[in-house]
């Protein structure tokens, strides 16, 4: 079946894969990739396949065991039912149902979030991936199974689907073939969220049959709230690794600075995502520099979770979620500091500044920044002095979206490039209207199986077009380096991951990393070259 | 009592419930997390590029400034020009826009008939002379009732076309889609037809709805008339049981959700209705869930996850 014939009615059909992610299909590259030609999908083994439901489009990210029994099968569907009644109620769902509600009933099927989803556009048009059809499986399950009269209406009213195994394994991982970017709901004229619809469906997933990605999940909230950080490092490696990072700030500048660590009464606890601390130590040491040298009264912590700021149950899981926004909160607290700013890492804001506006409560109720607001006000008040021509070099930015789109923090990290960076250019479309980096929701920590193929593919190849887009064809030339900075830990490692694949630091000069080493590389009370133009 | 009045009077009972359970739907929805999304129109001086009050150095300390008419405005161009399906989809637009404007001019039509049946039965003659207000609404009733009726069965024509020839749309939309856009031209129809045949500036309905008004006797009724009566009472009563009333549902969308921005404040009535949730039970069942036990305990427990 070609992909642009795939309906609704055989989303339950029985086959062995839904899709075919066809190459051929993808759209073309600009210059200088018009003849690029894409490493073949890696077919998974039987070892990887053994056990799991991989039948919507052969990439695996979600692991949905496939029963042994029709009986096993029509538990599990039950189970599903189950839990969809659950998050349709007041009593379970209160955090969402209120929006999920409204997308549910609002869509009046005009597919104008077709075209602005990255997804949708990548692959070439393939109608599973199109937002309409997730929502739409989803609804015609509630209504067949939840509305008076639904199964006799069915055909009339549009809710015509078999409710099979087939059916509800599919859903699961077709609500992982979604950024939650928010793209469409922008475009939306009734407002309708597909990406919240897809979050609804993971959460009732995760909450109702165990069924997550391990990354998120056991890999995830349960290793940072078990462990102190989804990365595993606990707070005995904390400071072992900050040993290293002191040291490699006074390699790299001839400044002797100490971290500070639990200091009750700061201003400041900053947060970072803690997969900086080992990919990317250079952005806890830029940090570290500014604040210093600004003199800022300042605090990292050492407490269990309260030195990652990451929260990956805002991608799947409304108990972990909270679970671990909480634990943030309590951090703050105990320490008694008059703010929390978040470092470069945009779910970790979403979760930490809006989400937990409605967790953090009582005494909880500490302030919260976003690091982009505190790095503005030193720089373009003054409080720290640059030299814009030491980033003489083509700089453009990448727009988290949780920060963008979500949170409507746009200018302030664009007033810091356009102080500290002469070659700084936009992408198009930006700000509020970007594009995903298509590593959103989850899927830059999912470096297993052949998922990374896809996520390079499908909606990092949108990423990938705007980035070459934004120099022209002279910068392209590899001798010319160019800086992509994305203020976002999981934006960075999938920006990184799809400049490998591309091989674009190689053939186009094109390397990436965060705002603040751009700050310091500029600073006039700092040697000059912190900034290295080493891909890692 | 004539059948006719029966039918209009049971339609507007229903529509009226089915408007009321619609709006209490979402009025009584719990308090959610927040999820808004920029461009958010009341941020003041920011709303252009999408930003918002958390672009603020220490925002907590300072005053918000909200930008109400900006809001407003932006409500209005949606409702009346709708802006959103304008600037994303131009094909819909076409057939959109004069649908929902000819709605609203048949709003206002059926309002007119009924200010001018209220002031027939207070003795006011409306029609062409006499009272200035009188024919004022006489005018009104007939401006607004045939660019209305011309609009919304043009436009439902247009979609109608649309949603046929486009191969996404067929097969997203269910027959009730199609069937719906063909009623709303069926009912234009009949109404025009026997408007222009026996009433053309609505004297007759203008009594009829005056008839409602006191519970008295219909005047007289040709059969074409009496049909077309059915029909805009059986349609009064069907729009609010579909879709097509999504108007309900996109007012909360905006307000409550897209455009919800309100910072929770200590000791605020939001932290106490937040606080009144955290204490509900928990019912998921996942395993990483003490299922039975309260939001608050079970987020606040710390210890082995596994
Ligand atoms: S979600 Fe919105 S844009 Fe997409 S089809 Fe529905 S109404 Fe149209
Ligand atoms: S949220 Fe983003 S990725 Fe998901 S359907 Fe919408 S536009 Fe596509």
Same mark, same amino acid.
């Given at each position: 079946?070609?992909?642009?014939?795939?309906?609704?009615?055989?989303?339950?059909?029985?086959?062995?894969?839904?899709?075919?992610?066809d190459l051929k299909n993808l759209p073309g590259l600009p210059y200088p990739y018009e003849n690029w030609q894409d490493s073949p999908i890696p077919e998974l083994s039987e070892i990887k396949r053994k056990g799991k439901n991989i039948t919507l489009d052969g990439f695996l990210n979600i692991a949905v065991p496939e029963p042994e029994t029709e009986e096993e099968k029509e538990a599990m569907v039950a189970k599903f039912l189950e839990g969809l009644r659950k998050l349709l109620s007041r009593e379970n769902n209160w955090t969402f149902l209120k929006p999920l509600l409204l997308s549910l009933d609002n869509c009046v099927k005009c597919n104008t979030c077709s075209e602005a989803c990255p997804i949708f556009e990548m692959s070439g048009g393939a109608e599973i991936y199109r937002p309409l059809f997730r929502s739409d499986v989803f609804r015609r399950i509630i209504k067949k199974h939840f509305s008076p009269g639904g199964k006799l209406t069915a055909k009339f009213t549009g809710a015509d689907i078999d409710l099979n195994w087939d059916t509800i394994a599919r859903l699961a991982q077709l609500a992982y073939r979604c950024n939650l970017c928010r793209r469409c709901a922008q475009t939306c004229p009734m407002g309708v969220d597909n990406g919240l619809i897809a979050r609804e469906i993971r959460k009732l997933f995760s909450q109702e049959l165990n069924i997550a990605p391990a990354e998120l999940h056991g890999e995830g909230t349960v290793k940072q709230l078990d462990t102190g950080s989804s990365t595993g490092i606990s707070p005995v490696a904390l400071m072992d690794l900050m040993e290293f990072v002191e040291e490699d700030i006074t390699d790299r500048t001839g400044l002797n600075i100490k971290i500070p660590f639990d200091k009750a009464g700061?201003?400041?606890?900053?947060?970072?995502?803690?997969?900086?601390?080992?990919?990317?130590?250079?952005?806890?040491?830029?940090?570290?520099?500014?604040?210093?040298?600004?003199?800022?009264?300042?605090?990292?912590?050492?407490?269990?979770?309260?030195?990652?700021?990451?929260?990956?149950?805002?991608?799947?899981?409304?108990?972990?979620?909270?679970?671990?926004?909480?634990?943030?909160?309590?951090?703050?607290?105990?320490?008694?500091?008059?703010?929390?700013?978040?470092?470069?890492?945009?779910?970790?804001?979403?979760?930490?500044?809006?989400?937990?506006?409605?967790?953090?409560?009582?005494?909880?109720?500490?302030?919260?920044?976003?690091?982009?607001?505190?790095?503005?006000?030193?720089?373009?008040?003054?409080?720290?002095?640059?030299?814009?021509?030491?980033?003489?070099?083509?700089?453009?930015?990448?727009?988290?979206?949780?920060?963008?789109?979500?949170?409507?923090?746009?200018?302030?990290?664009?007033?810091?490039?356009?102080?500290?960076?002469?070659?700084?250019?936009?992408?198009?479309?930006?700000?509020?209207?970007?594009?995903?980096?298509?590593?959103?929701?989850?899927?830059?920590?999912?470096?297993?199986?052949?998922?990374?193929?896809?996520?390079?593919?499908?909606?990092?190849?949108?990423?990938?077009?705007?980035?070459?887009?934004?120099?022209?064809?002279?910068?392209?030339?590899?001798?010319?380096?160019?800086?992509?900075?994305?203020?976002?830990?999981?934006?960075?490692?999938?920006?990184?991951?799809?400049?490998?694949?591309?091989?674009?630091?190689?053939?186009?000069?094109?390397?990436?990393?965060?705002?603040?080493?751009?700050?310091?590389?500029?600073?006039?009370?700092?040697?000059?070259?912190?900034?290295?133009?080493?891909?890692? | 009592?004539?059948?006719?009045?029966?039918?209009?009077?049971?339609?507007?009972?229903?529509?009226?419930?089915?408007?009321?359970?619609?709006?209490?739907?979402?009025?009584?929805?719990?308090?959610?997390?927040?999820?808004?999304?920029?461009?958010?129109?009341?941020?003041?001086?920011?709303?252009?590029?999408?930003?918002?009050?958390?672009?603020?150095?220490?925002?907590?300390?300072?005053?918000?400034?909200?930008?109400?008419?900006?809001?407003?405005?932006?409500?209005?161009?949606?409702?009346?020009?709708?802006?959103?399906?304008?600037?994303?989809?131009?094909?819909?637009?076409?057939?959109? +826009?004069?649908?929902?404007? $000819?709605?609203?001019? /048949?709003? *206002?039509?059926?309002?007119? @008939?009924?200010?001018?049946?209220?002031? #027939?039965?207070?003795?006011?003659?409306?029609?062409?002379?006499?009272?200035?207000?009188?024919?004022?609404?006489?005018?009104?009733?007939?401006?607004?009732?045939?660019?209305?009726?011309?609009?919304?069965?043009?436009?439902?024509?247009?979609?109608?076309?649309?949603?046929?020839?486009?191969?996404?749309?067929?097969?997203?939309?269910?027959?009730?889609?199609?069937?719906?856009?063909?009623?709303?031209?069926?009912?234009?129809?009949?109404?025009?037809?026997?408007?222009?045949?026996?009433?053309?500036?609505?004297?007759? +309905?203008?009594?009829?709805? $005056?008839?409602?008004? /006191?519970? *008295?006797?219909?005047?007289? @009724?040709?059969?074409?008339?009496?049909? #077309?009566?059915?029909?805009?009472?059986?349609?009064?009563?069907?729009?609010?049981?579909?879709?097509?009333?999504?108007?309900?549902?996109?007012?909360?969308?905006?307000?409550?959700?897209?455009?919800?921005?309100?910072?929770?404040?200590?000791?605020?009535?939001?932290?106490?209705?937040?606080?009144?949730?955290?204490?509900?039970?928990?019912?998921?069942?996942?395993?990483?869930?003490?299922?039975?036990?309260?939001?608050?305990?079970?987020?606040?427990?710390?210890?082995?996850?596994?």
């Amino acid at each position: 079946m070609s992909s642009k014939d795939i309906k609704i009615k055989d989303f339950g059909k029985k086959t062995d894969k839904l899709y075919n992610l066809d190459l051929k299909n993808l759209p073309g590259l600009p210059y200088p990739y018009e003849n690029w030609q894409d490493s073949p999908i890696p077919e998974l083994s039987e070892i990887k396949r053994k056990g799991k439901n991989i039948t919507l489009d052969g990439f695996l990210n979600i692991a949905v065991p496939e029963p042994e029994t029709e009986e096993e099968k029509e538990a599990m569907v039950a189970k599903f039912l189950e839990g969809l009644r659950k998050l349709l109620s007041r009593e379970n769902n209160w955090t969402f149902l209120k929006p999920l509600l409204l997308s549910l009933d609002n869509c009046v099927k005009c597919n104008t979030c077709s075209e602005a989803c990255p997804i949708f556009e990548m692959s070439g048009g393939a109608e599973i991936y199109r937002p309409l059809f997730r929502s739409d499986v989803f609804r015609r399950i509630i209504k067949k199974h939840f509305s008076p009269g639904g199964k006799l209406t069915a055909k009339f009213t549009g809710a015509d689907i078999d409710l099979n195994w087939d059916t509800i394994a599919r859903l699961a991982q077709l609500a992982y073939r979604c950024n939650l970017c928010r793209r469409c709901a922008q475009t939306c004229p009734m407002g309708v969220d597909n990406g919240l619809i897809a979050r609804e469906i993971r959460k009732l997933f995760s909450q109702e049959l165990n069924i997550a990605p391990a990354e998120l999940h056991g890999e995830g909230t349960v290793k940072q709230l078990d462990t102190g950080s989804s990365t595993g490092i606990s707070p005995v490696a904390l400071m072992d690794l900050m040993e290293f990072v002191e040291e490699d700030i006074t390699d790299r500048t001839g400044l002797n600075i100490k971290i500070p660590f639990d200091k009750a009464g700061a201003d400041i606890l900053l947060i970072h995502n803690a997969g900086e601390f080992l990919s990317w130590p250079e952005n806890i040491e830029a940090f570290a520099i500014i604040f210093e040298l600004a003199g800022l009264s300042w605090t990292l912590s050492s407490e269990m979770v309260g030195y990652d700021s990451v929260n990956y149950g805002l991608f799947y899981d409304d108990v972990q979620l909270a679970k671990v926004t909480l634990r943030h909160a309590e951090v703050a607290k105990k320490l008694g500091v008059k703010k929390v700013v978040v470092g470069e890492c945009g779910h970790a804001h979403k979760a930490i500044m809006t989400i937990g506006d409605r967790i953090w409560l009582g005494e909880c109720n500490i302030p919260r920044e976003s690091s982009m607001v505190t790095l503005e006000d030193l720089i373009v008040n003054e409080k720290i002095m640059v030299d814009p021509l030491r980033n003489d070099f083509p700089v453009t930015l990448h727009d988290p979206c949780n920060l963008t789109r979500s949170m409507g923090v746009i200018e302030p990290q664009r007033r810091v490039l356009k102080k500290i960076c002469p070659q700084f250019r936009e992408m198009t479309p930006h700000g509020v209207n970007n594009y995903c980096c298509g590593g959103g929701s989850g899927f830059a920590i999912m470096q297993s199986n052949n998922f990374p193929n896809w996520r390079y593919l499908v909606p990092g190849r949108k990423k990938f077009e705007q980035i070459l887009k934004a120099f022209t064809r002279e910068e392209l030339s590899p001798d010319v380096h160019k800086y992509v900075c994305a203020p976002c830990s999981n934006c960075k490692g999938q920006i990184r991951d799809l400049l490998t694949y591309y091989d674009a630091w190689e053939r186009a000069g094109i390397m990436y990393g965060g705002l603040v080493e751009l700050v310091v590389n500029a600073m006039t009370d700092v040697r000059e070259g912190f900034h290295e133009w080493d891909f890692h | 009592m004539y059948w006719a009045q029966v039918i209009t009077y049971v339609s507007i009972i229903v529509a009226v419930i089915a408007m009321i359970a619609k709006v209490l739907r979402y009025l009584t929805a719990p308090e959610s997390f927040r999820w808004e999304l920029y461009p958010v129109p009341h941020e003041k001086g920011r709303a252009e590029y999408g930003g918002s009050y958390l672009e603020e150095l220490d925002w907590w300390s300072k005053p918000r400034h909200s930008d109400w008419f900006k809001e407003i405005s932006e409500m209005m161009q949606e409702i009346f020009l709708l802006k959103g399906v304008y600037h994303n989809n131009k094909k819909v637009w076409t057939f959109s +826009l004069p649908f929902h404007l $000819g709605c609203y001019l /048949t709003i *206002g039509w059926l309002l007119f @008939l009924l200010l001018g049946g209220i002031l #027939e039965t207070a003795g006011v003659a409306v029609g062409t002379g006499g009272n200035t207000f009188a024919s004022v609404i006489h005018y009104l009733t007939i401006i607004f009732g045939y660019a209305g009726l011309v609009l919304a069965g043009v436009g439902a024509l247009g979609l109608f076309a649309w949603r046929s020839s486009n191969k996404a749309q067929r097969r997203y939309n269910s027959p009730a889609e199609y069937i719906n856009l063909l009623i709303f031209v069926a009912v234009v129809t009949v109404t025009l037809i026997s408007q222009l045949g026996a009433d053309p500036s609505f004297t007759t +309905l203008r009594s009829y709805v $005056g008839s409602l008004v /006191t519970f *008295g006797a219909a005047p007289p @009724l040709g059969t074409l008339m009496t049909i #077309e009566i059915v029909m805009i009472s059986l349609l009064i009563m069907y729009v609010p049981l579909t879709r097509m009333s999504h108007f309900v549902a996109k007012y909360f969308l905006y307000h409550s959700v897209r455009w919800n921005d309100e910072p929770n404040e200590r000791g605020s009535k939001l932290e106490k209705r937040l606080m009144e949730l955290l204490d509900q039970k928990v019912g998921w069942s996942g395993d990483h869930i003490k299922t039975g036990e309260k939001w608050i305990d079970i987020v606040q427990e710390t210890g082995n996850e596994q």
